[in-house]
């Protein structure tokens, strides 16, 4: 797969060269780095310190070497190398080790992995149609990222690409359609990766080889941005995905989906601006079928509503907004969970997302961030304290749109089964911007659990600080 994979690159570029006449001199080359250093400190985060004491502080060391060439103004190539090395401090240690006083096992070097890789074409043949064939992210890109934002969950924001050809078809200024294919592996089928040689030892891995995702993941998406007018903006898109189960893969402590599933989304985002006021609101109705007759149906979406006062000292801004999530309903026979498709990522918080991993194990694992079965009212401000410092507080109030009804297995002793109340957060993030090259920022949430996790629930504590160059 890897070389066939290489062959159809290289007959891209010398296909693209013949197309172009291309000449030396246009040829333009870019090169740059990037290293990103985290602390990171949870204090009861997994389980509010009910089924096992889980505090983890530890360093993330994430390094990129990226380069481009640029052939003409419309054809190029980039290329990103990455590793995400961990160091791990305190009490919990990531490898599975008989000797408890080593300190060898501490140090996760990572993978040597290729982020990205891709070719660009633009104007194809005169028309307003541009190509991007290859490795390539999409973050930003698609909204709130909603629903699109992260091709590979499993690995946490050391990476966020798709494996994926990108058409953008530009009927006008105010008018575009995307076009995307693309197929996500629930480990790096298509691209060489240099694994470590112990990476056995760590759940994380499966036959030395780092767990991307659940499962394979094969996707369509055709994604519409239309600028009505200088207020208003809409998105409508149409998202069909493919999940397979987990097959022969599969481990009871780790779970995943048995059946496979098809699943169809129709939604739009919105946004409309006036004066100092923003609207944002997005709504999303999904159908499909699993392999064993199964139905899924759910809906989700949110509505935010805030006012910048730029003219004001500190810059003030406020936004308030509700977010919903179906829930599966443990009555039924269908499936009415919302799946967050290709968007398993931080969104309003992170701390939630680690103890929302023992609800949904049986269709994402133990992989964080599958947004589902949620109310979430939030209140957010944010403040310029400086021409290159913010303050952004929230307030976060989380209700279940369903009940558990989880009696056996490891986690039964977290739920209630009766109550809907899932708790309150607070989140705290200061940025600074040191330089061009360096930047940084004090992330700090609390969770203090509702009626719906234990009584013997704790309050959960999330903190992190980083680094950033960029060379």
Known sequence: MVKKCLSLLCMLLFAAALYADIALAEIKADYGASFRLRQEYWENVMNFDVLAKTDRDF??????LWGKVDFTKDLGIYAKITNEARYYLGSYKPFITTDATSDSDRFDEDELIID???FTAKNILGLPVDLRIGRQDFLGMYGEGFLILDGTPGDGSR?????????????NDNHSVDVIYLNDRQRDEFLPTLNPARSDSLPSYIDNERLLNVSDERGFIIYGRNRLNKNLLLEPYYIYKEEDSV???FNPNFGGPQ?????????????FTASNWTVRAEFAQEFGEYDNDRDRKAEGGYLFVGQKFSEINL?????LGYVYLSGDDPNTDDHEGFDPLFSRSPSWNEIFTYPLSYETKADSGPIPCYW????????GVKLALAPATNLALSYQYLRADEETKITTGSAKDLFTNDSKDRGHIGTLMLTHVFT?????FLQAEYFAPGDFYSSKADDSIFLRWQLQFKF
């Open 372 to 379: 589902t079965n949620l109310h979430l009212i939030k209140l």
């Open 116 to 118: 990205n890789l891709h």
């Open 259 to 271: 059946s496979a599933l098809d699943l169809n989304t129709v939604g739009a985002r919105i946004v």
């Open 436 to 440: 061009k090259q360096i930047d940084g």
């Open 159 to 171: 990476t966020a690409y798709f494996d994926a050809i990108k058409a953008t078809w530009r009927i």
């Open 315 to 319: 810059k003030p801004e406020w936004e």
């Open 59 to 64: 360093f993330r060391l994430r390094s990129s």
């Open 247 to 249: 097959g022969s893969d």
